[in-house]
């Protein structure tokens, strides 16, 4: 469509201001008409290479985020170490009702900041006070996004 209207324009410049004007007109066109195909295709390149970064998942942010504040030394996603493991925890707090999950998050939130033990057998975990509490919720959205966990039999929520 450019290049057919581009050659139209460029018969009716010659035909009214001359070959040399018409060349002009028509080499700057072509010039726009190029620069913005490249800019275009650049976009267009640039967003495809950058479309998986948008793509990565909160989750990975978030585990660097647990690893971070040291939640990996006692934690792992698919195994217990000291503590319970990340998809068992989600497999026992997870909820598909909205205001259980939320009280869950909430109750989890405090637990990790100010420690206890009972919950998960007799290894209390520690408190938490220097993770600050936005910080502990992306983790806790993280541990409760987690898949194929099983509660485990230790498991004993406080009433």
């Given at each position: ?5 581009s050659a139209?324009?460029?018969i009716?410049?010659i035909?009214?201001?001359g070959?040399?004007?018409?060349t002009?007109?028509?080499a ?6 190029i620069?913005d ?5 650049i976009?267009l390149?640039?967003a495809?290479g950058?479309?998986?970064l ?5 989750a990975?942010?978030d585990?660097a985020?647990?690893a ?10 698919d195994?217990?170490?000291?503590g ?7 497999a026992?707090?997870g909820?598909a009702?909205a ?5 869950n998050?909430a ?7 100010e420690?206890g ?8 975990m520690?408190?938490?006070p220097a ?5 502990i919720g ?10 194929d966990?099983t509660?485990p039999?230790e498991?004993?929520?406080?009433a």
């Open positions: 469509m450019t290049i057919i209207y139209q324009t460029t009716l410049s035909k009214r201001y070959m040399r004007a018409a002009n007109y028509s700057r066109l072509l010039e726009e008409n620069k195909f490249y800019v275009k295709k976009a390149f640039l495809a950058l479309m998986p948008a793509f990565l998942s909160v990975h942010a585990a985020l647990a971070a504040k040291g939640c990996t030394a006692c934690h792992q996603v195994k217990k170490i000291l319970p493991a990340y998809n068992a925890v989600a026992c707090y909820s009702d205001a259980k999950l939320a009280a998050k109750s989890l939130v405090k637990h990790v900041k420690g033990a009972g919950v998960w057998g007799p290894i209390p520690p408190a938490h993770v600050a509490n936005e910080d992306k983790i806790v959205d993280w541990v409760l996004a987690q898949k966990g509660c039999k498991f004993k929520p406080k």
